[in-house]
């Protein structure tokens, strides 16, 4: 009886008993990190990017292990063919948990593929939202392949982790599958895709170094692509997004005491004046600047009236430019549905609202010069 009792027992706790027999070892995965679409020939065009992981593990000398990156290309009629046709090619299952980018060709997103591709990110069970998006008109193969010009893991590239780069220079905001799902999803109903180029700006032992530049956008609806915005036009914009940190502005352009400031610390308001069904705007702007360089002896008061007029020709210049082309850049559609829903409703148009010639009303900034890097405002050699 009691050898019944415990061979009972033993029957029992094995049954009950949980394990990790079923899962997958890491050793036997490959992990994608950034993905790429492509339209070509009627069919889409997937391009995988692929790391060893094995890249992230320090040495004992505390750096990383540089690691090797591949890139895989399949094809189909659908983006879920595509990508099923790439799984025949791969030596390993496929973990998409670590994918942190996607990039679209300039005729992927001409013919919709934002869609398809957003709809496939948010919808996978091991995709996460912390995906940034891009745009490019450079060969997706060579985007993809290229690394950090330092020997870091590409885990840590400008294209995977790029808040960083962000925070010391705020010209393009990243954009990542949440933030893009949410301005989608509001009044103005558009998002601006940081644009990628290939460059070679950057030098090692022997040769240059391909590296990325990030200057244009490329602005898409839910169902239209407007086109890429250059950089000289979308300036203005950065000076009412909540996240900007600091960037350069450059003062007295066209004389020969032309400088760099560098403005921070940047508080904003933008306040919806409404008189009968007439809409106006009023920007109000507070922030800091730093002179880098002076050429010659300039009073304080002339350095803050010249950054005031730099910044209000850059709003001006990306409210017009972003009219003529139907896009709203600085959501200002967004701000009267929040602050006037009422007022919004009566003069909305297909969730917008219209973009006239003076609908910015004012644009009011104080700056506060906050320091020189030295005492005096004059050149170190006069």
């Known amino acids: 009886m009691k050898k019944s009792v415990k061979y009972l027992s033993i029957i029992l706790c094995t049954l009950i008993l949980s394990g990790c027999w079923d899962t997958t070892e890491p050793e036997r995965l490959v992990y994608a990190t950034g993905m790429g679409i492509d339209y070509k020939d ?82 996978y069970r091991e995709t996460r939202y912390r995906i940034f998006y891009y745009a490019t008109k450079e060969p997706l193969k060579e985007a993809m392949k290229i690394g950090p010009i330092e020997s870091v893991s590409m885990a840590f590239s400008r294209l995977s982790d790029p808040e960083g780069n962000f925070k010391q220079s705020s010209l393009i905001q990243p954009l990542d599958l949440r933030e893009l799902i949410i301005r989608l999803d509001e009044p103005s ?47 203005g914009t950065r000076l009412i997004f909540k996240d900007f940190t600091r960037d350069n502005i450059d003062l007295f352009k066209g004389t020969d005491k032309v400088i760099t400031a560098v403005v ?28 880098e360089l002076v050429k010659q002896p300039t009073k304080m008061k002339d350095f803050e009236k010249e950054i005031k007029k730099v910044l209000k020709n850059e709003i001006k210049t990306s409210y017009k430019y972003g009219a003529s082309k139907g896009v709203d850049v600085f959501h200002l559609s967004e701000i009267l549905y929040r602050e006037d829903n009422k007022t919004w409703k009566k003069i909305e148009k297909d969730g917008r609202i219209p973009l006239t010639k003076d609908l910015i009303d004012s644009i009011d900034i104080n700056v506060t010069l906050q320091n020189s890097g030295k005492d005096k405002l004059t050149p170190v050699f006069e």
């Open 189 to 235: 109903h558009v998002a601006a895709l940081p644009v990628i180029k290939i460059t070679k700006q950057w030098f090692g032992e022997k040769e240059s170094r391909k590296n990325i530049l990030i200057q244009d956008v490329a602005v898409v609806s839910k169902k239209k692509y407007y086109g890429i915005f250059p950089k000289d036009k979308i300036g």
């Open 42 to 123: 009627g069919e889409i065009v997937v391009f995988l990017q692929i790391m060893n992981m094995s890249g992230l593990a320090k040495t004992e000398g505390g750096s990383s292990i540089p690691n090797r990156v591949d890139v895989g290309r399949a094809a189909g009629k659908t983006l879920d063919e595509a990508i099923f046709n790439l799984y025949h090619t791969s030596d390993r299952r496929i973990y998409w948990g670590h994918l942190s980018f996607i990039i679209f060709s300039e005729k992927a997103l001409k013919n919709d593929l934002l869609r398809p591709a957003t709809d496939f990110l948010d919808r």
């Open 264 to 291: 921070y610390d940047k508080k904003e308001k933008v306040i919806p004046i409404v008189r009968g069904d007439e809409v106006k705007f009023k920007i109000k702007l507070r922030l800091k600047a730093n002179i």
